[in-house]
């Protein structure tokens, strides 16, 4: 592997960030970890494919895991801003961007930076 490979060191980044938010939240278990692989994976297939979308890769891998997640225990990350109501997740924007954040969509609030759940 190049470490100048920009790909790469973009697919290194949103593991690194999305691997921090699960730990952030207490679900970084080995099967969770083996999705954030599964997405990459995936992932690297599809910045091979559109180069130009190498800046979205981390919004895309957390989106990836959070729709893994969901089909398999449930919703992640649960929005921390609201206190009444049904629990819901936190939703990512730009869906399809640069600079990704987890926000509430319901409250209308960036919560954090991806890779920067406390």
Known sequence: MDDADPIEQALHTARALVLADLAARDVADAEV???VEESLTHRRWW?????????????LV??????????????????PVCDAGDPHAL?????????????????????ARVGSLG
């Open 33 to 35: 970890v083996s999705m």
């Open 47 to 59: 910045v091979g494919q559109w180069p130009e979308g190498v800046a979205f890769v981390t919004g």
């Open 62 to 79: 957390a989106q990836d895991v959070q729709d893994a997640l969901l089909e398999h225990h449930g919703r992640w990350p649960l929005c």
């Open 91 to 111: 939703d990512i924007e730009p869906e399809l961007g640069a600079d990704p954040h987890w926000v509430c969509a319901k409250a209308r609030v960036v919560v």
